[in-house]
Structure formats: structure tokens, C-alpha cells
């Protein structure tokens, strides 16, 4: 079997269509989030008061699946594509722990979305978390994937049982709090992790570190996942701290987060400012 395996070769069926994170974000649509004529309301938070909750539900359950999926294969990858010299074996026997739990959780997830009345496919795949674990140093990809992606997803997943509980979806909650459990473990290795391998070697962790903000930043999708109401996805702080996130770590992200909110309120505005000018003309 090949090492180091390129993204662009990842086997997907007919039913996958592929978007990059530039494409994605960089659509003005992204910004006009909450009503037809583009205005921002009040919250955004996915709540079932949400005119859209149903279809904002689908779509963050099918964008859940495809991670899982690319969670798995990078956990694989980083299993097969290092030597123990490169990576401790009790590291590889971790991953290959967490490709068993991102199984599980791509089963969970297809189950779940056929369950909310979507299909594979219906919504497109970006591959920035495998592009994330596809560093030729496995401490970059305990920082990128592990810390900075998984810990995205213990904010989905907590937004996701708290979403069901509020709805009165036992099924989306239990899913989602069993899968959330997971997370946080697969958060905590990665954490352990990296101080482990990186200890003596400050520059090095200094790095990796680095490479986690920039992860963190780019997900941040514009604002979606922060502690304000107007984001639909909430920080999930506690369980951050049981995942090994120190106070000043989640207060960079919820940092991070804010600022990309508000270059996203910016940017809303200036589309209905620029709306409103064309319709005064016509």
C-alpha cells in the first residue's frame, strides 16, 4: 500500500460531489444567512424556531457523516504512514482506536440522516480535515485533525444533542451524546499526544500549535461556531476542558471566532447596501 496518500485519489461513489473550502466560503450566499432577503436575525443558533431548522439540521448532519468519514481514513493513514521511530506505537494503537470509534460513527451517521429524511450526497463534500491529515509530521496532524477538527466537532456535536433534546428527537439526542463521548476522547488523545512527542522540543510544538490556529481559523466558517446567539453552532467550553483545551486556548478560538463573525456581519451588510443601491437605480 502507497504512503502518504493524496487527497485528490480518495475513492468516493457517484452520489459524493466534491466543493473546495475556497469555493464554499468565498460564495457571497454564505454570508446571507436567516432570511431570504439576506437580513441577519436576532439568532441564529439552530434551534426548531429556526425557519430553516429542518434543512440547516440535514445539512450539518451530512457535513458530520462526510467528516466521519475523513476522520477515519486520516486516523488510517497516520496508523500505516509513519514508522514507529516517527510515531510511538501506543500512538498508532490510539488511532487505530479512533478509526473503530469513526466506524461506528459513519454507520451512526447514515442511519441518522435517512432517519432526518436526507441521502448520501444531497449536500457536497469539502476534504479540508483529510487535507488536514495528510502532514508528512504526525504531531501536525495530532494538531490539525485531532485538536483543531475534532474539537470542532465536539461543538457540532453537543449544538446537534442539544438541537434534538430542544425538538424532542430522543433518537438525535442519544446519537449525538454517544458520538460527542468519542470526540472528546479523541480531542484528549490528541492533546496528550502532542505534549508527549513534542516534550524537549519547543519549537517543534510551537509549530504544530501554529498549524492548529490556522485549522481553527479556517473553520471558524465565517462566524458559525462561536458563543454568540447570531452563530448556529455554540462553543462548547466544558467539554473542550475535559478534551485537555486549557482556558486560554478556548478563549483564542472563541476569539478567533468572534472576529470572523463580525468580517462576516461586514460583509452581509455591505451585499443588502449594495441590494438596496441597485433596486433605488432600477
Given at each position: 500500500?502507497?504512503?502518504?496518500?493524496?487527497?485528490?485519489?480518495?475513492?468516493?461513489?457517484?452520489?459524493?460531489?466534491?466543493?473546495?473550502?475556497?469555493?464554499?466560503?468565498?460564495?457571497?450566499?454564505?454570508?446571507?444567512?436567516?432570511?431570504?432577503?439576506?437580513?441577519?436575525?436576532?439568532?441564529?443558533?439552530?434551534?426548531?424556531?429556526?425557519?430553516?431548522?429542518?434543512?440547516?439540521?440535514?445539512?450539518?448532519?451530512?457535513?458530520?457523516?462526510?467528516?466521519?468519514?475523513?476522520?477515519?481514513?486520516?486516523?488510517?493513514?497516520?496508523?500505516?504512514?509513519?514508522?514507529?521511530?516517527?510515531?510511538?506505537?501506543?500512538?498508532?494503537?490510539?488511532?487505530?482506536?479512533?478509526?473503530?470509534?469513526e466506524?461506528?460513527?459513519?454507520?451512526?451517521?447514515?442511519?441518522?440522516?435517512?432517519?432526518?429524511?436526507?441521502?448520501?450526497?444531497?449536500?457536497?463534500?469539502?476534504?479540508?480535515?483529510?487535507?488536514?491529515?495528510?502532514?508528512?509530521?504526525?504531531?501536525?496532524?495530532?494538531?490539525?485533525?485531532?485538536?483543531?477538527?475534532?474539537?470542532?466537532?465536539?461543538?457540532?456535536?453537543?449544538t446537534?444533542?442539544?438541537?434534538?433534546?430542544?425538538?424532542?428527537?430522543?433518537?438525535?439526542?442519544?446519537?449525538?451524546?454517544?458520538?460527542?463521548?468519542?470526540?472528546?476522547?479523541?480531542?484528549?488523545?490528541?492533546?496528550?499526544?502532542?505534549?508527549?512527542?513534542?516534550?524537549?522540543?519547543?519549537?517543534?510544538?510551537?509549530?504544530?500549535?501554529e498549524?492548529?490556529?490556522?485549522?481553527?481559523?479556517?473553520?471558524s466558517?465565517?462566524?458559525?461556531?462561536?458563543?454568540s446567539?447570531?452563530?448556529?453552532?455554540?462553543?462548547?467550553?466544558r467539554?473542550?476542558?475535559?478534551?485537555?483545551?486549557?482556558?486560554?486556548?478556548?478563549?483564542?478560538?472563541?476569539?478567533?471566532?468572534?472576529?470572523?463573525?463580525?468580517?462576516?456581519?461586514?460583509?452581509?451588510?455591505?451585499?443588502?447596501?449594495?441590494?438596496?443601491?441597485?433596486?433605488?437605480?432600477?
Amino acid at each position: 500500500m502507497r504512503r502518504f496518500f493524496p487527497v485528490e485519489e480518495l475513492a468516493r461513489d457517484d452520489r459524493f460531489t466534491r466543493i473546495t473550502m475556497r469555493d464554499r466560503m468565498s460564495d457571497p450566499r454564505t454570508a446571507m444567512i436567516g432570511r431570504k432577503d439576506g437580513s441577519r436575525p436576532s439568532s441564529n443558533r439552530l434551534v426548531p424556531s429556526r425557519p430553516d431548522a429542518s434543512d440547516a439540521a440535514r445539512a450539518l448532519m451530512h457535513g458530520i457523516f462526510v467528516g466521519e468519514i475523513q476522520a477515519l481514513e486520516g486516523a488510517g493513514r497516520t496508523c500505516f504512514d509513519f514508522t514507529t521511530d516517527e510515531a510511538p506505537f501506543a500512538l498508532k494503537l490510539d488511532m487505530a482506536r479512533q478509526c473503530w470509534d469513526e466506524a461506528r460513527h459513519v454507520e451512526i451517521s447514515v442511519k441518522l440522516a435517512d432517519w432526518m429524511g436526507s441521502e448520501i450526497g444531497q449536500y457536497a463534500e469539502n476534504t479540508v480535515l483529510f487535507e488536514a491529515a495528510c502532514s508528512a509530521d504526525p504531531v501536525l496532524r495530532l494538531a490539525g485533525v485531532n485538536r483543531a477538527l475534532e474539537g470542532l466537532a465536539i461543538d457540532v456535536f453537543t449544538t446537534m444533542k442539544e438541537f434534538g433534546d430542544v425538538a424532542g428527537d430522543p433518537y438525535l439526542e442519544f446519537c449525538e451524546d454517544w458520538m460527542l463521548a468519542d470526540e472528546v476522547t479523541h480531542v484528549k488523545m490528541g492533546s496528550d499526544w502532542l505534549r508527549k512527542v513534542t516534550e524537549g522540543d519547543p519549537e517543534r510544538r510551537a509549530k504544530a500549535l501554529e498549524f492548529q490556529g490556522v485549522v481553527d481559523k479556517l473553520f471558524s466558517y465565517g462566524g458559525s461556531r462561536s458563543e454568540s446567539d447570531e452563530s448556529p453552532i455554540g462553543l462548547a467550553r466544558r467539554f473542550r476542558e475535559l478534551a485537555g483545551f486549557s482556558d486560554d486556548e478556548i478563549d483564542e478560538i472563541a476569539e478567533v471566532s468572534m472576529a470572523a463573525l463580525g468580517e462576516r456581519k461586514e460583509q452581509a451588510a455591505r451585499l443588502q447596501a449594495e441590494a438596496a443601491a441597485q433596486f433605488a437605480t432600477a
